[in-house]
């Protein structure tokens, strides 16, 4: 087996076991491979090893690497996972089949707009800042009621909540915040976990699971 394929089936086993001391139906968690910085010849043998679901989290480098790849494998589906500037939502909703990353009014109003213009709905996550850090991505824990009535009320299709938690600390109270703050809000899912903390995230109820240098070896 090529390196890339016992890669992925080493991780699709840890989802699996997770999932089994969690009690849970695997077919409850979806893997998105994270292929960003890292070039088609990298991402090619996980889509031949069986891989359908990827992340990037930038725009313009999403554009360059998929198209080709996309045309060759239609099942793919492609998850936008980094932030996202408001003049990007005409391409973000071309590209892509699902957005982590809405996180704020006026990226509610670009969103709706380009959905609208383009006559498609992209499901997406809302992302909440988790730690309440400075530097970090996210809606405040205080913002979020009222930038999910606004996302419901542009009829902008809800997938359900995201975060990333501090760097360098035990993971796991955050991800029951976030757990708690979508069955709190009725949202089904729950994109959390990487590389470092996949399983325990699984334990607390993740549905998506963004696994990056686990599958790919370090980022260049
Ligand atoms: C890069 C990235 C990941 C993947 O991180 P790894 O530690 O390489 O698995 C997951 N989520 C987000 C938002 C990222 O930017």
Known sequence: MSEPASLLEGINARIAQAAKIARRDVSEITLIAVSKT??????????????RVFGENRVQEAQEKWPALRDANPDIALHLIGQLQSNKADEAVALFDCIHSLDRSSL???????????????????????????????????????LLAEARAANIPLAGLMCVPPFG????????????????????????GMS???????????????VGSALFGARG
């Open 169 to 192: 600390i035990e993971p796991a109270p955050f991800f029951a915040l976030l757990d708690k703050l979508a069955e709190d809000h009725g949202l089904a899912g729950r994109s959390m």
């Open 108 to 146: 509610v109003a670009a969103l709706a707009k380009a959905m609208d213009k383009a006559g498609r709905q992209v499901p997406c996550f809302v992302q909440v800042n988790i730690g309440a850090e400075e530097q970090k991505g996210g809606c405040a824990i205080a913002d979020l009621p009222t």
């Open 196 to 210: 470092d903390d996949f399983e325990t995230a699984i334990m607390l109820g993740a549905t998506h699971v963004r």
């Open 38 to 51: 890292h070039p088609v010849e990298r991402i090619a043998p996980l889509i031949a090893a069986g891989q």
